[in-house]
Structures are given as structure tokens and as C-alpha cells.
């Protein structure tokens, strides 16, 4: 089940369990992956090509939505990135946990390539 286009959302205090973000995972039909991100510097804004979730399992950062608004984010938020929203993932100073669950059974990284934010499909 595709995800509904549009902007970049966090949805705050969303699970409290690993189980729980494996069912919505199951009900979104994604495919999931651990990713453990360690210091970092803030990314650019970019935009993916395809629909994924991410769900903080530990640690604390923020990501900036395509007009540069910073929300905060901790364990137990989930990040909704339909494919064409523009994002960026901000500054990990810590060590930070995610499932991230893709729409396809690829690669991670090959499929969330940071693509420029001016090719965007949803650009405004």
C-alpha cells in the first residue's frame, strides 16, 4: 500500500514497541532494515523515489521539512517520507537506532539516494 503523496511527516510518540512498528511496517507492505546512524553532520534537502518509514528506536536528532522548519525527534516518533517529499535528516551527535521500512526489497542505500530537491515531482 503506497503512502498518500505529500510533504514529509513526524508523527510523535507514535510506538512504544519493536512489534508495534513491525505490524504498521506489515500494514504499509514495507520491507524493514535496522540502520544504526552514529555522529553525522546535517544533510542537505533532498527527496527519495520511493515511499519509506522510519521509526526511531533510540537516540535523538531532528529532520528539516522543504521550507527548513526543524522538528525534533526521539524514540518512539515515526517519519512518514512519501517518495518525491522533500527532507533533510538532521545532525546525529549521538548514536541513533531507526527501522526503516522501504516500498521496495532493495537496498537501502541504493534506494534512498539523496536526489536534488529542484527534480522533485511534489515540488511547490
Not at 514497541?17 to 514495507?30: G, I, P, Q, R, Y
Not at 533510540?58 to 521539512?65: F, P, Q, T, W
Not at 549521538?94 to 541504493?110: H, K, P, Q, T
Request: net charge negative; charged share 25%; with cysteine.
Amino acid at each position: 500500500m503506497a503512502l498518500n503523496p505529500g510533504p514529509m511527516r513526524v508523527i510523535h510518540n507514535f510506538f512504544t514497541t519493536k512489534s508495534e512498528v513491525l505490524a504498521d511496517l506489515d500494514k504499509h507492505d514495507m520491507w524493514p532494515t535496522v540502520y544504526v546512524s552514529n555522529r553525522m553532520e546535517e544533510l542537505p534537502l533532498h527527496w527519495h523515489d520511493v515511499d519509506n518509514c522510519g521509526y526511531v528506536m533510540e537516540g535523538k536528532s531532528y529532520v528539516l521539512d522543504e521550507h527548513g522548519v526543524r522538528t525534533e525527534l526521539s524514540a518512539g516518533d515515526k517519519l512518514v517520507i512519501p517518495a518525491g517529499a522533500i527532507h533533510a535528516e538532521g545532525e546525529v551527535t549521538d548514536r541513533m537506532v531507526y527501522i526503516v521500512g522501504i516500498s521496495v526489497a532493495e537496498n537501502l542505500f541504493d534506494k534512498l539516494a539523496l536526489l536534488d530537491p529542484k527534480t522533485s515531482p511534489l515540488k511547490s
